[in-house]
């Protein structure tokens, strides 16, 4: 059985999708969910539906190591980031060379780097005219939104969307293909 962890930072719809897609999986499982806000929605959702869950500071993911710790611990196989925020330190990229992935709610290159996310992503592409937005799925490097990209898949940007209204167009790309595009990428993994 591979396990995955997921890193969330919200209120982890995107997370709650990932465990439901994997519970039944013959070879894969979610067994982790790591938060770094406490008190945020995902730590809910991880209870609800059984898995384990934690909290941690900016120090144990960058400076002690008690975040690559708990992932050693729990035998963890892939990561897989779900609206979290943070840049992924070195020491975790090493232990998990090419095992991580990100979702980002934007045509990658397009709108992405650092401070780009969630409606900040929204309000650009509409500012900008775009006809398209969409979301991409893409390996963690050390820089933001960088990493290769895995899979894209767009939506069309609609006379009169507002940031709203295109974030909910693109979270139902998110919840309709990013399970799918995990189960996938570590299939190859595998092979």
């Known amino acids: 059985m591979k396990h995955i962890a997921v890193f969330a930072s919200g209120t982890g719809t995107n997370a709650e999708n990932l465990i439901r897609h994997f519970r039944k999986h013959p070879h894969c499982r979610v067994n982790l969910v790591l938060c770094n806000k406490p008190g945020a929605g995902v730590l809910d959702r991880a209870a609800r539906l059984g898995v384990k869950s934690m909290v941690f500071t900016r120090q144990d993911l960058y400076e002690t190591g008690r975040v690559l710790n708990l992932l050693k611990e729990h035998r963890v196989d892939f990561i897989v980031l779900a609206g979290f925020l943070w840049l992924i330190p070195q020491p975790v990229l090493e232990a998990f060379p090419g095992r991580i992935i990100n979702i980002h709610p934007a045509l990658l290159p397009a709108y992405g780097g650092k401070g780009m996310y969630g409606r900040r992503v929204h309000e650009a592409v509409i500012n900008n005219r775009d006809k398209k937005s969409g979301v991409t799925v893409h390996l963690v490097n050390e820089e933001y ?47």
């Open 145 to 191: 939104d960088a990493g290769n990209i895995l899979f894209q898949e767009e939506c069309d940007v609609l006379p009169g969307d507002t940031p709203d209204t295109l974030a909910e167009r693109v979270h139902q790309l998110e919840y309709e293909y990013y399970p799918r595009v995990v189960e996938d990428w570590i299939s190859q993994q595998e092979a």
